[in-house]
């Protein structure tokens, strides 16, 4: 259950835009500077998973649910970049899928994993709930990243990796 959920963040890997249209790599630029603020402490958060304990867990989770509030904020205070609101958006339901994921389906998923003695119906569920929340992260994740590349193409942007670095925190 863990790999499955730990597998998915490679599909944070975001893109950074060459500045071949300087206004729209910049505009480009924010949204993924938005996002990774708030990545490194996901990727963090999933290593607490083998050993964390319930109360460091539920601890990052409430820090990760003010940080995905934070980019709400500063991406819904964006206007759209010459009338394109596509990214901006998909950026937006990115946040907002996390969020969600955040404040309801790992709450239960917590204190299964929190639970080192699980029961083979406890091991099931995680499994089913674990796989239904990455179906629907990877169709997130890949939505966002289609539209990146398409307004990309649209401005004559060259994409580029932007790895994620580790929190320090």
Known sequence: MLRKIIFCLP?????WAGAQNKKAAKYNNKIINIQ???????VRFFKTFEK????????QQKVLIAEFDMGISKI????TFEGDAALRDAALDWFKFYKS???KEYNHILELVANRDRSKEDHEKLDKLTDELVKEE??????FAKIQEAFAKRHNLELRPYPIEPSKE
């Open 101 to 103: 994921s955040f404040e």
């Open 76 to 79: 819904s205070a964006m206007k």
């Open 36 to 42: 990774h603020e708030v990545t490194p402490k996901i």
């Open 11 to 15: 599909l944070f890997v975001i893109f």
């Open 138 to 143: 990877e169709r997130v994740d890949d939505n």
């Open 52 to 59: 964390g304990s319930l109360e460091e867990l539920k601890a």
